[in-house]
């Protein structure tokens, strides 16, 4: 079960690396927007495992 959090989290981010550039003008995700990404995934998978961030 674990795996399968992974994957989708994960997946989500890399469908949305294609997809947000075209509603936002093809400009890639800045660090102010994909920070938030990053702390996102972590949280679900280490609350996923029974851990905190």
Do not use: E, H, K, W
């Amino acid at each position: 079960m674990p795996n399968d959090v992974i994957r989708a989290s994960t997946q989500l981010y890399a469908d949305f690396d294609r997809q947000i550039p075209l509603l936002i003008d093809d400009a890639p995700l800045d660090d102010l927007q994909f920070d938030p990404a990053v702390q996102s995934v972590t949280s679900i998978i280490l609350s996923g495992i029974g851990l905190s961030s």
